[in-house]
């Protein structure tokens, strides 16, 4: 049985991940860290990370990104692979991502969900069939009123797809109002909606003449994102030092 550390476990995705490792044969949840002591686990919580003395085989982070740099300093120290799926990283806190990658596994992915994964790869192949073929790449994520960052991380991985395949010869545009002309060829623009309780929608464009392909991919509710985190959890266990990500998951199936 593989143990896992669930950092954030009181958060609403620790909960989720809770509920389903329940029913996993396969990876139990040995401790939490998080700071607020509201919620009843059955497992061992502790406010701080540097305060749990539990043995585990991997961590699974759902917390603030505030609290990045100590849960890594943690993971390096303790030699514990982290699954990092905190969002809304700073560039410091991206190079302390690379820095502790060198020493301990790590794994980082802007979206957790094994389908939006499965789709970035097939985004790639419609690229650099479409984009030279003169369609138009646009994308459009929904999002829940809470969500503080935009555009999504997801959006940005999506957008970095597109990019990588046509050999990063394209910019992003993110608000047309800032500017009045035409389009460029060049470009993948990105738009951000945020309202009510929309789970995370992505949709993205191929414009072409007289003829628009949609790629789209809804999640309707939390489980398809902590599936995800488990399933990478269960991959990154006994991993040596290293960046990996979702594609590393799908490749190992």
Do not use: W
Not at 67 to 81: D, H, N, R, T
Request: charged letters at 25%; hydrophobic letters at 40%.
């Amino acid at each position: 049985m593989i143990r896992a550390i669930m950092h954030g476990c009181n958060g609403k995705m620790g909960q989720v991940i809770t509920g389903l490792c329940r029913e996993d044969g396969e990876l139990e949840i040995a401790a939490g860290v998080d700071p607020s002591g509201h919620i009843q686990n059955t497992y061992p919580v502790f406010e701080q990370i540097q305060d749990c003395d539990v043995e585990a085989d991997v961590i699974i982070d759902f917390a603030a990104a505030t609290a990045v740099e100590e849960l890594l300093s943690y993971s390096v120290e303790k030699q514990i692979p982290v699954v990092l799926c905190t969002t809304g990283l700073t560039q410091q806190q991206n190079e302390a991502v690379r820095a502790a990658a060198c020493k301990v596994a790590v794994l980082k992915s802007a979206n957790m969900s094994l389908g939006i994964n499965i789709l970035l790869d097939q985004l790639k192949k419609a690229a650099r069939v479409l984009a030279p073929a003169g369609f138009d790449m646009e994308i459009v994520e929904k999002h829940h009123n809470q969500k503080v960052d935009a555009p999504s991380g997801t959006a940005l991985a999506l957008a970095d797809a597109l990019n990588e395949a046509l050999e990063e010869e394209y910019s992003y545009m993110y608000d047309r109002t800032a500017q009045r002309k035409k389009r460029d060829k060049y470009e993948i623009g990105i738009q951000a909606v945020r309202g009510g309780t929309i789970v995370g929608e992505h949709d993205v464009i191929f414009a072409g003449n007289e003829e628009v392909i949609t790629f789209r991919h809804t999640a309707y509710s939390k489980g398809v994102f902590a599936k995800g985190a488990i399933e990478a959890a269960k991959f990154l266990a006994g991993k040596p030092a290293g960046h990996y990500d979702m594609q590393d998951v799908i490749a190992a199936k």
